[in-house]
């Protein structure tokens, strides 16, 4: 008899078991999915909510100059740029969150931003000087391009013994300087000209301590695939600044905050007022932060592609579409002179690494990276990088530019970076990362049982078999 108890027995218990194991297939992701929608989204007084109004991982701000170790002979014939690259200096990052108001499924808010010299983790003091491209003078000088002969002949009267070149501090150029010839140029530039200049001229003169606009984004309360999306910025929900709609949305989130549930399909959407416009991010690798899954997200290559390769991207041409990389952020600047890109032109195109010596674009060094724990969304390591650059070319009527092509001059970069650490890690460990273990254990050791018990009965349902087979033939034979 091929089909005894025992067998029978090992048949139905494989089944019934492979049964519950594939059962727990829907009933865990129920749970694990309710289990976020109650924990996830900002509610007030709950976990996920004080995280974000008070993050618990350090942020660092830090800073990379371009030392521009030939500017005499750019200045006296015109050849490329040659630099080398210091930093870099190390901000720790304070984030408040003022102004917070939760309501029906937003939140609205403003967030100041302080930035603390760490000298341990720089290399060197702020007091560190460098070579860089007089950032005050040749921005006023490009205000007065299509100006009137008056207005020029003035400015080159007023600039004509300063040079393209300046030595400063590395905190100077950070923080802001006052310079003497701004301070002449502010008495005779026109009110007509609608151009306002600040006492002080730094990369991030006036940003220590102050916020970049009230935002009202979706809490998650409603639709957990919302968490942490802009719903407006300063009140609009598209921006001034572009030729497209397109180019103009406001999308995603402000790139702290990302929603649950990530594939290797999913792309991240980010609103960045440093560049006044919205990026995205897709999937580049799996690896682990402190033990814990994680997915890579970067941005594209052809993110900063020109419009004529990327026709999506003509309406940030303004108002000529530059070469793969750059992105003119002037209209958005007060028109000053300034052109974005990643750091060493990382993603550019060859022309315009080739235009500066010194340049060396490294994947892992320079490209912004999201790693992110793809069932909660929370982003365990966090670096936004971005370059400055100033471009300027030489105008007729004014001597200070004459040695100038057009072309990018990179001033710094930086590196705004977060990384989880390992008590936070733990912490997320013992409350997520544990107990998906079990489940996934749990469910997977069912299935593997129940396969295993259904093998079994077969295999020894084929002994039985082979056995009958060889009684038989053994009585036909006698």
């Not at 014939?77 to 200096?89: A, D, F, I, K, Q």
């Not at 809490?219 to 942490?228: M, P």
């Not at 309406?315 to 793969?324: E, V």
């Not at 195109?349 to 320079?366: F, M």
């Amino acid at each position: 008899m091929l089909f005894t108890k025992p067998i029978i027995g090992l048949l139905v218990s494989g089944f019934v078991i492979a049964a519950i194991g594939g059962g727990m297939f829907p009933l865990f992701s129920y749970i694990l999915r309710k289990k976020i929608d109650d924990q996830v989204p900002l509610t007030n007084n709950s976990e996920s909510f004080n995280n974000w109004l008070n993050p618990p991982i350090p942020v660092y701000f830090q800073v990379y100059v371009f030392n521009y170790t030939n500017s005499e002979a750019i200045q006296k014939n015109g050849t490329n740029p040659s630099v080398t690259e210091t930093g870099p200096y190390t901000y720790k990052e304070h984030i408040e969150k003022v102004d917070v108001v939760l309501e029906n499924g937003t939140v609205s808010y403003r967030e100041n931003k302080y930035y603390i010299f760490d000298r341990e983790k720089s290399a060197g003091p702020e007091s560190n000087v460098v070579i860089i491209p007089n950032l005050p003078v040749l921005t006023v000088v490009n205000f007065v391009r299509y100006t009137n002969a008056t207005i020029k002949t003035l400015v080159n009267l007023l600039t004509f013994m300063d040079k393209p070149f300046k030595t400063l501090t590395v905190g100077d150029i950070i923080w802001g300087y006052k310079d003497p010839v701004i301070a002449n140029l502010a008495k005779y530039i026109p009110k007509s000209m609608n151009v306002t200049l600040p006492k002080k001229f730094g990369i991030f003169y006036g940003k220590n301590g102050t916020d970049d606009g009230n935002y009202i984004i979706h809490s998650g309360t409603k639709d957990v695939n919302d968490l942490g999306i802009i719903k407006s910025w300063n009140g609009v929900s598209s921006l001034p600044y572009w030729n497209s709609p397109y180019c103009n949305m406001i999308n995603g989130s402000d790139g702290t905050l990302f929603s649950p549930f990530k594939t290797k399909d999913s792309n991240i959407y980010i609103f960045s007022t440093d560049i006044c416009r919205s990026v995205h991010a897709t999937f580049d690798k799996k690896l682990t932060v402190h033990d814990i899954p994680v997915n890579r997200y970067t941005p594209p290559p052809d993110l900063f592609a020109t419009g004529d390769i990327e026709p999506a991207n003509k309406g940030f041409c303004t108002p000529n579409c530059l070469p793969s990389g750059l992105l003119n952020v002037s209209k958005c600047h007060q028109d000053a002179p300034i052109v974005l890109s990643q750091p060493h032109f990382y993603q550019a195109d060859p022309a315009v690494i080739n235009n500066v010596t010194g340049l060396k674009p490294d994947p892992e060094k320079h490209s912004t990276q999201l790693d992110i724990e793809p069932t909660t969304g929370l982003g365990l390591h966090l670096a936004k990088r971005l370059q400055i650059n100033l471009m300027i070319e030489a105008i007729p009527g004014i001597t200070i530019s004459q040695q100038l092509d057009k072309k990018a001059l990179p001033v710094l970069w930086i590196d705004e970076n977060a990384e989880v650490d390992s008590e936070t890690a733990k912490k997320f460990q013992d409350e997520v990362g544990i107990p998906m273990k079990v489940m996934f254990g749990v469910k997977y050791g069912l299935l593997s049982l129940g396969g295993f018990l259904v093998l079994l009965a077969l295999l020894l349902l084929m002994r039985n078999a082979i056995v009958s087979e060889t009684k038989r033939h053994g009585y036909e034979s006698i």
